[in-house]
């Protein structure tokens, strides 16, 4: 019978989240798709911008130190990510969140050197996530506490008030911006990673390491899919 010889493996083979065609063998993703994407392979230790050397602190940073102390981000934000994160968030497309997630882990199990306590997604002003119906950066925490063993906690960080949209200002209003926009709730641990899709000029991981450090934390570590390469927003 024509059944018995069919290798039931290859009809329930996952095909690759992006190019829907060839067998996904690496974080949901075909060996062709995975090798093209944008890795983010020399990064400023500090905030993680593309570099051309390894090691080499970027002139933002050398300039006014983050208040945190690391970004991990896998991906710079060029194509296809710039177009996927868009279509996560304002398409509702979250099923790509799964094969990013696992993405993002590995590459924390690759170079992730101090493990924190606690992770906390950046949070959006409750009228705006209403609105979006889900928060990613929240999404992206969740599967990553799974994967990782971490406790996550999206109630502690909370978005007080509602701001102009970040998108639409230079680097420097983007600070002004969000002077206060961000509460704390609770104690903290010492050592504490922020979750986000992205990072832009690093504005909001700066403003919201600011107050858990005021708040007693000693170590923050922004943790992103993706990276925007240099900001021109100065
Ligand atoms: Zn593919
Ligand atoms: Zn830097």
Known sequence: MFFDK?????????TCSLCQLQ??????????????LPWLLLGCPVCGLPRSFPDQTCSHCQQAIPRFDRCEAPLEYR???????????????????????????????????????????????PIDEALRGFNQAELLANLLSQKLQIRCDSGQLRKAHRRVKQMTLSASARRNNLKGAFSIRGELPQSVALIDDIMTTGATADEIAGLLKNQGVSHVQVWVLARTPEPDLD
């Not at 069919?6 to 996952?14: D, G, P, T």
């Not at 067998?23 to 093209?36: M, P, R, S, V, W």
């Open 6 to 14: 069919v290798n039931y493996r290859l009809l329930f083979k996952q």
């Open 79 to 125: 194509f296809p990510i710039n177009s996927l994160l868009p279509g996560i968030k304002y398409h509702g497309r979250i099923q790509a969140l799964g094969w990013l997630a696992e993405l993002l882990s590995h590459h924390l199990q690759d170079r992730c050197e101090t493990w924190p306590d606690l992770l906390l997604p950046v949070p959006m002003h």
């Open 23 to 36: 067998t996904a063998q690496i974080n949901g993703l075909c060996e062709d798709c995975h090798a093209d």
